[in-house]
């Protein structure tokens, strides 16, 4: 395989949470139902793991040579995790069919955080 693109993205925990707390639709417009349920059941470091899916949304559209926007979209980037913790992505709509028009095969993540930023590295994959 060879790689089409990369992208990383770091964000400031508190940030994020300002956005949840201040914009009620903040977290249905960014986020999946399934990582909504991930992130709240973290409890004391649910905003942690807020902003990291957020700065992994945002590696991962990078990764795609694309601004969030036109053919990449928060709402259809997903950041799941495998049964041993790893993430993974998970793309949809008009996100995923610009995936395989571009004859990808694989988007790699991974991320970090601290109690004040997390961070994100995604490359995506041709065949």
């Given amino acids: 395989m060879e790689i089409f693109g990369i992208g990383t993205d770091i964000v400031e925990v508190k940030r994020i949470k300002?956005?949840?707390?201040?914009?009620p639709h903040f977290l249905e417009k960014i986020y999946t139902q399934s990582e909504i349920q991930y992130c709240e059941s973290?409890?004391?470091?649910?905003?942690?793991?807020?902003?990291?899916?957020?700065?992994?949304?945002?590696?991962?559209?990078k990764s795609l040579?694309?601004?969030?926007?036109?053919?990449?979209?928060?709402?259809e980037i997903e950041i799941l995790?495998?049964?041993n913790?790893?993430?993974f992505v998970a793309l949809y709509g008009k996100s995923h069919f610009y995936f395989l028009?571009?004859?990808l095969a694989d988007i790699r993540i991974t991320l970090s955080?601290?109690?004040?930023?997390?961070?994100a590295y995604a490359i995506s994959l041709r065949k």
């Avoid at 300002?18 to 914009?23: L, S, Y």
């Avoid at 040579?65 to 928060?74: E, I, N, P």
């Fill in 65 to 75: 040579c694309q601004g969030l926007g036109k053919y990449v979209l928060f709402s």
């Fill in 42 to 61: 973290k409890n004391s470091s649910k905003y942690q793991s807020y902003a990291s899916r957020f700065a992994a949304k945002e590696a991962v559209a």
């Fill in 101 to 103: 028009t571009n004859g």
């Fill in 18 to 23: 300002n956005a949840i707390e201040k914009h």
């Fill in 113 to 119: 955080s601290t109690k004040d930023y997390s961070v």
């Fill in 81 to 83: 995790n495998s049964e």
């Fill in 85 to 87: 913790g790893s993430p």
